[in-house]
Structure formats: C-alpha cells, structure tokens
C-alpha cells in the first residue's frame, strides 16, 4: 500500500527554507525519507537565495528517532502507550510518540491538541480515512475519531502543547 497522504508544497517549502518548528520538520523529515515523490518535490524547492545554502544532508530517520530521547512509555488507555519525545518538545509544541494494539481506540484526548500525524508503522483510521505507514496528516480540526487498524500502530504526534495525561496509568 503506498503514501495517499503527503505534506502540503507549502509546508515542503517551509522545511526546505527551515521555516517551520522543530516537530514538523522532523515529521516532515521522516516522510520525506520514504516518499519519493515529496523527495523530489523538497529538493527542487527553492531555497534561500545567497551563499548560504544549507542544506539537510542527514535528516532525521526512525532509526533517529528511536534515539531520540524519549520519556518513559505511558499507559494511556486500553492497548495505548505515549512516550513525549523531550529532544523536539517544548517551545509551544509537543512532539511524542503513540503506540497503540490492533483496534484500540486511541481516543481523541490523545491526540486533542494534535495539528500533525505521522504514522510509522501498521494503519490507523482517522475519522473514517485509513492512513498508514509513511501517510503524513495535515489536521485543520483534531480527529472524532481515532483507530488502530490490524496490525496496531505507531504514529508521531505533534501537538500545540503537552496533551497527554502523564499522570495517569492504565497498565
Ligand atoms: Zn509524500
């Protein structure tokens, strides 16, 4: 199953001009790595007149992220697990992590605050749309709906402020 759901030009552009937080870019960054098309797109953009064109030779990959510091897994609900990825957070967004079992119900106050999803791995269901691997989501509202599909899901998050309930566990 291929990517259906890429970044907008504007915010290819906005990465390649490193005009964008922290937390988008690296989700941007990390689609970038698997979608081809959007790899085009981002390196044809146009960059910042001058000498100075720097460029983002090394993005960051899943294998990055996975060292990425991370806080600890956090129960969530039934079969879901956060973790907030404290390298990228802060500055008004938060940027974490979600790992949820096959037909969890993520449930919105996960993602209440979400404006980006990335999904890693396995597929999730967002208000009847089926997003999987690779697939960057663009939110202009936060999702009613919020499903993990066979076979389970991991997704990046990136969200206005710090949503998750870090306090409460559920197993
Ligand atoms: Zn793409």
């Not at 979608?35 to 390196?43: D, F, G, Y």
């Not at 294998?63 to 404290?86: H, N």
Request: aromatic share 2%; charged share 20%.
């Amino acid at each position: 199953m291929g990517i259906r759901h890429h970044p907008t030009a504007q915010l290819i552009s906005d990465y390649v001009t490193a005009n964008i937080s922290p937390g988008v870019a690296l989700a941007v960054a990390m689609h970038l790595e698997s979608c081809t098309i959007c790899a085009l797109a981002a390196s044809t953009a146009s960059r910042p007149a001058g000498p100075e064109r720097v460029g983002r030779a090394d993005p960051p990959s899943e294998s990055a992220l996975s060292t990425v510091a991370m806080g600890p897994w956090i129960g969530l609900r039934k079969g879901v697990l956060g973790a907030v990825t404290s390298a990228v957070s802060g500055l008004g967004e938060a940027v974490y992590l979600l790992k949820a079992e096959p037909g969890a119900d993520i449930g919105t106050a996960s993602v209440r605050h979400a404006f980006l999803i990335l999904v890693l791995k396995g597929r999730v269901k967002v208000d009847g749309r089926t997003v999987s691997a690779g697939d960057l989501l663009e939110l202009a509202t936060p999702p009613e709906v919020l499903l993990a599909d066979a076979p389970g899901a991991s997704l990046l998050v990136v969200a206005e402020d710090l949503p998750l309930r870090l306090r409460r566990r559920e197993g």
